[in-house]
């Protein structure tokens, strides 16, 4: 089963193949993610991590077709993200694109061109846990700004 960690950052993963573009972290493959196509041939990897990464990128439509083009049939993409809304998000600089529990529906991932990709599971991640105790969230979170800290995002790849 072969394991691909993009944007690896300081977490290097042992028996996953560690991708970064960094000079100051230890990788097994220095690639900026916003060169394509990537350095790897189609249908290679089972699994796929993007931590707190496809935030960075300019264009992150095109990097998960990229990830569709490196991965097999049924591998499992992993994104975690943070929300639009959380402090982390709005009070970084580097960050190129904002998501929301709503960026991958079925009707996004059509229009994105990225249908490959089937939706298994949407959640909110907690860094503080009490905020999961806050009633009424999801109506309440336009008006709790911060409410959100960061998303999970768990795809399968279909290529049948």
């Known amino acids: 089963m072969k394991k691909l960690n993009l944007g690896c950052g300081e977490e290097?993963?042992?028996?996953?193949?560690?991708?970064?573009?960094?000079?100051?972290?230890?990788?097994d493959v220095k690639w900026?993610?916003?060169?394509?196509?990537?350095p790897f041939k189609d249908n290679q990897f089972d699994e796929v991590l993007?931590?707190?990464?496809?935030?960075?990128?300019?264009?992150?439509?095109?990097?998960?077709?990229?990830?569709?083009?490196i991965s097999k049939n049924k591998a499992k993409?992993?994104?975690?993200?943070?929300?639009?809304?959380?402090?982390?998000?709005?009070?970084?600089?580097?960050?190129?694109?904002?998501?929301t529990e709503n960026s991958f529906t079925p009707e996004h991932?059509?229009?994105?061109?990225?249908?490959?990709?089937?939706?298994?599971?949407?959640?909110?991640?907690y860094k503080n846990k009490w905020k999961r105790f806050i009633p009424f969230r999801g109506h309440l979170k336009i008006f709790l700004n911060g409410v959100y800290d960061d998303l999970l995002f768990e795809?399968?790849?279909?290529k049948s």
């Open 12 to 27: 290097y993963r042992t028996g996953w193949v560690n991708v970064d573009c960094r000079n100051n972290v230890k990788v």
């Open 32 to 38: 900026d993610l916003e060169k394509f196509p990537y």
């Open 50 to 69: 993007m931590g707190h990464v496809l935030e960075h990128l300019i264009d992150p439509i095109r990097v998960l077709r990229e990830i569709i083009r």
């Open 77 to 99: 993409v992993i994104v975690e993200v943070p929300h639009a809304i959380s402090y982390a998000n709005i009070a970084s600089i580097q960050h190129k694109a904002n998501f």
């Open 109 to 125: 991932l059509k229009e994105y061109d990225l249908e490959q990709l089937k939706l298994i599971k949407n959640e909110f991640v």
């Open 155 to 158: 795809f399968i790849v279909n």
